[in-house]
């Protein structure tokens, strides 16, 4: 079935759920424009995801994608916590923060019963899942709504594993993307694929729609994924420019910059591999650290270095999540870059 029956949109692109970059005005920029929109949730406590879906729903009538991790929440390790503090001891001291005041936190929740208690008052048309699935009985009751379900693939073998869970659709993540890898079967990164050759194979392979995300930034990429055989395209880094964005100063001003050009996945900034920008606390520790907390622990520590570096105009130790192919973002509204991404089509 066509993408665009599927999930009851005009053009076979979804605006690609980014947390921490964006929010409710990127998802209603894009779908007006005939996309599927994207509201991200990983970082969204639920007086912030009400806010944000009702936000939605008064400004759109089209249908949109709710997004979410689906990671089973670490126990805290207070020894690794103390260790990974000790690493970072020589920025806090530059910066003087004191590290004993920081706080632990879970940083992103995964979905649980709470949160679908919340979205069953929206029915989305599309859900989407990062890391996997949710666990049977949540999954179950998003299906029973209505929502259609997505999940991200980075292997041949998890789009199988997804296929045989019964989802909608399969989003084939090539490691070009930039963002936390979506790999849940295996850790092993040397299994990750570029778009172009995990697309055909998974193609090949299942029987569900594929969405090609990963580096395709412009009509010319939007086309050559659909002639490997994908049924449509999940686009992030492109519409991080993009004024309804969130993107933060130091972000978008890497993004235009010469730096912009290499990135690399690290695990610095959350516990889990993601592809950003290649900036100084990359470059000092890493980028891949076995003293990192698992995800999403190491990310409370690096928040405060984050905000004094930021209030200074610095980006070293922001997350700046770039896909590898950046040459796609423009500072035009976000409507225009999706119809852009068409002209093709
Ligand atoms: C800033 C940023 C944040 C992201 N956050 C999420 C997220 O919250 N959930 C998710 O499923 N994918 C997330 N991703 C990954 C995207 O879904 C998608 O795989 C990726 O953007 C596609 O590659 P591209 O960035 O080269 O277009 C994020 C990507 C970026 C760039």
């Not at 805290?76 to 260790?83: K, P, Y």
């Not at 970072?88 to 208690?117: E, H, K, V």
């Not at 850790?187 to 990963?214: E, T």
């Not at 959350?270 to 990310?299: D, K």
Request: proline content about 7%; charged content about 15%.
């Amino acid at each position: 079935m066509k993408l665009q029956e599927l999930f009851g949109i005009e053009l076979p692109i979804i605006q690609a759920p980014m947390a921490g970059a964006q929010g409710s005005a990127l998802a209603v920029a894009a779908s007006s424009a005939g996309a599927l929109g994207s509201l991200p949730c990983a970082m969204l406590g639920p007086d912030a995801m009400r806010a944000e879906l009702t936000a939605i729903r008064a400004q759109s009538r089209k249908p949109f994608n709710v997004n979410f991790f689906c990671h089973v929440p670490p126990t805290a390790d207070a020894a690794r916590e103390a260790a990974w503090r000790a690493v970072l001891s020589p920025y806090f001291s530059q910066y003087g923060i004191d590290a004993a005041a920081i706080p632990a936190g879970p940083g992103r929740t995964p979905f649980n019963a709470a949160a679908a208690d919340l979205l069953e008052e929206f029915k989305p048309a599309v859900v989407s899942f990062h890391f996997g699935l949710p666990s049977a009985g949540l999954l179950l009751r998003v299906r029973a709504w209505g929502s259609k379900i997505l999940s991200s693939a980075t292997t041949l073998e998890e789009a199988r594993w997804l296929e045989a869970q019964g989802v909608d659709a399969i989003i084939a993540q090539g490691v070009e993307a930039g963002g936390h890898r979506g790999h849940f079967l295996s850790d092993d990164l040397s299994a990750q694929l570029g778009i172009f050759a995990l697309l055909p194979q998974i193609a090949r392979q299942v029987k569900v729609p594929v969405i090609a995300a990963g580096g395709i930034a412009d009509a010319r990429g939007v086309a050559a994924a659909m002639a490997l055989g994908a049924a449509g395209v999940q686009v992030g880094t492109a519409y991080l420019l993009c004024p309804e964005a969130t993107t933060s100063a130091a972000h978008r001003a890497a993004l235009k910059s010469e730096a912009a050009r290499h990135t690399a996945l690290t695990n610095l900034f959350t516990g889990r591999p993601a592809r950003g920008i290649v900036n100084r606390l990359m470059r000092e520790l890493g980028p891949m650290s076995s003293a990192a907390p698992a995800f999403p622990l190491a990310s409370a520590a690096i928040a405060p270095l984050r905000a004094k570096a930021e209030s200074q105009g610095s980006g070293d130790f922001s997350p700046l999540w770039s896909g590898q192919n950046a040459s796609g973002c423009k500072e035009i509204p976000a409507a225009q870059l999706t119809r852009e991404l068409a002209a093709r089509l």
